[in-house]
């Protein structure tokens, strides 16, 4: 179990994790996360030109008003599916509707897994109907739902958030599921946020942007953009008023801290990472320029293969910036690797190489931080070492 | 040896190899291109903010009408080296002057290997000492040059090209290193072209910049761009009269040809590969939209080491294309692998997965061919699998 609370779940909200037969490995696969009254409802999408039948659903529906739950498969994609993907999304909205109410433009979907293969929708149909019984607002049916979105992962990833604003208790849960094609440049995979907040869904589809901005948004495993990339954010109004002013900025910014918590769960659990790699770059003219030059940095082989060698070989780090597309006044950045200067004013800083690598070493985390002097801008990303199980894992995948 | 016949090399130019101990293996790692009269000489270089001192020497020379040679040294890239490293750079030359003749203006200089650490000058001027008497226009100097370039490189680049213009037999040798780090926007790494033919400079910069476009800006091993990335291009004129017109385009379809050849050596040798990727993207609207999104599949890892697995998985192929940041009309891209189309009108074609996984592991070489409805621009563009191999490689270099 994930640790949380029972007391932690999200007033008027009931979930379950089921096995339908989609993966093939026979494990939960099917995981229903349901309202007992209509939410706002906002979502963030993959910007990929080749998007899921999903992702097509969700984003012809969102903001709403009207969202009831969501219906998540993990096992298989529905991307590249042409006309048949997108009916087979529709028939999923219409089996939930059919059995929990509302209309089949009350459910938002979503899908995970191999691309390109036929939905297997009788079994998803019938998996939907054994699994109403399970629904249950106890936490172990969140934490069925967070294992049955698993792909590659190799643990849930759930939060969550309690806050008093406006003399309510508000709460805040939340789940996603990623581990690898993680390159996202508006959103990453699958998470979904669940709150008994009351917020106006154009209030909510902005606070889901921003907060996505700083967290799905900044985080890379191999730079590789999914086609099913999805970020849902339901609010029921179960907890009372609906939120405005200095309350909704309390809201947002519980939702940018759950996505934050959230988002760095994925490359910490990034296929065969060994390390979780933040990289805080600052002094920048703008929050772009600093997330294309941690991008540039996070996405570098050479990089990833450094850390994973435990090799503090910043000349790799120092060009990878260099090569980010954005323009930096001379002699360009300083860079601090664990907390050691290695590099400033364009020439190497002397340092204790082996006291360096053996922090690298030693420690889970490892921090890259580059200074610029270009302005006041800042981010911080988060990606993983790339490792041989990396390549062994993806070299056979599918066939 | 190369396999090259002695009648290949250039009238006018000599060469050596020596081995000056800035490997720490002692191979071979100082080549000299020596030019027994002045040269035009044309140069394309890394496009990366943090670039090394030599490309900054060469950058200020060319193009020229007095190039005397080039003086190259692997082992050391004299990047990130601050001042020390440009006031090394000039050393160079002057050395090179010194021992040879002309002003240390007429010297282009070369380094690659490992970053941000100080060349050892004096090992390299002792070493340029030692190598004069070993200049020869005999094969085996060029052959000698283009093993000390290599740094991980496991084989030598070299290639030849003899054509009659104008009643005169033009001769052209290439050389050119690399392996890894391999993500050119402008060049890569270092190539060196070398030719009889007499051409005007800045003639001379414009061929090499048009036929570095299809050659060397159209490889990726990870696409990591270098800091050190050079192609110089020495045009003695030892065969005749100067080129125009049609003969100046004959000697540019020359220029192209060598430079293709040698480019596509790069992924071929690249670190750890087991395959040698050829990415075909035409029906676009502009040569940059073909190839942002050639190199876009060429550096994904999900690509990468998918061919690794001889696994045809196209919806990998698909979706990186389709984050490449350029439009395209719908549906999309139809999809070709070694001959067998995978993917149309945005929905999978049935194809025999077995037979085509066979093709991928039989075959040295992997093919795919991407095509578009959007226009009638085209490129071809080259990469390697990613293998553990490489991730072994890199994992520790320096430290």
């Known amino acids: 179990m994930s640790g949380l609370e029972t007391g932690s779940i999200p007033r008027g909200f009931t979930a379950c994790g089921v096995k339908a037969g989609i993966k093939p490995s026979g494990s939960l696969d099917l995981a229903l996360l349901v309202s007992d009254r209509p939410c706002a409802a906002a979502g963030v999408y993959t910007t990929n030109l080749v998007y899921a039948a999903p992702v ?207 988002a760095r769960m994925i490359p910490d659990d990034g296929e065969g990472a060994t390390h979780l790699i933040t990289i805080d770059v600052d002094g920048c003219r703008t929050f772009e320029d600093a997330r294309a030059i941690a991008r540039a940095v996070a996405d570098s082989a050479l990089v990833k293969t450094a850390i994973h060698g435990a090799d503090p070989n910043w000349g790799r780090i120092v060009s990878a910036a260099g090569y980010a597309g954005v323009g930096y006044a001379p002699p360009g950045p300083a860079l601090t690797l664990n907390g050691v200067e290695l590099y400033r004013d364009g020439r190497p800083v002397p340092f204790d190489a082996d006291a360096v690598a053996r922090s690298i070493r030693e420690r889970h985390e490892t921090s890259i931080h580059l200074r610029f002097r270009d302005g006041s801008a800042s981010v911080r990303f988060w990606t993983c070492d790339l490792t041989a199980e990396y390549v062994r894992l993806n070299a056979d995948y599918t066939t």
Chains 1, 2 share one sequence.
């Open 56 to 262: 097509a659903w969700d984003r012809g529906l969102t903001p709403s008003t009207s969202v009831l739950g969501v219906v998540v498969n993990a096992g298989n994609a529905n991307a590249a599916t042409g006309d048949e993907g997108l009916a087979h999304a529709r028939r999923t909205a219409q089996a939930a509707a059919k059995l929990l109410g509302g209309t089949s433009d009350d459910w938002l979907v979503a899908s995970t897994g191999v691309i390109g293969q036929r939905l297997p929708i009788e079994r998803l149909e019938a998996g939907l109907t054994d699994a109403v019984p399970h629904l249950t607002s106890e936490l172990s049916g969140f934490d069925d739902a967070s294992r049955a979105i698993m792909t590659t992962d190799t643990r849930p990833k759930i939060v969550s958030r309690r806050i008093n604003i406006a003399d309510s208790e508000i709460r805040l849960l939340g789940l996603a599921k990623g581990a690898a094609m993680i390159g996202p440049k508006m959103a990453t995979m699958l998470g979904f946020l669940l709150t008994d907040a009351r917020v106006e869904p154009e209030a909510l589809q902005s606070i889901l942007r921003g907060a996505v901005e700083r967290s799905f948004n900044c985080i890379s495993v191999e730079g590789h953009m999914s086609t099913n990339d999805t970020v849902l954010l339901l609010a029921n109004g179960a907890a009372g008023e609906a939120l405005c002013g200095a309350d909704l900025d309390a809201f947002a910014a519980l939702v940018n801290d759950a996505c934050i918590e959230l």
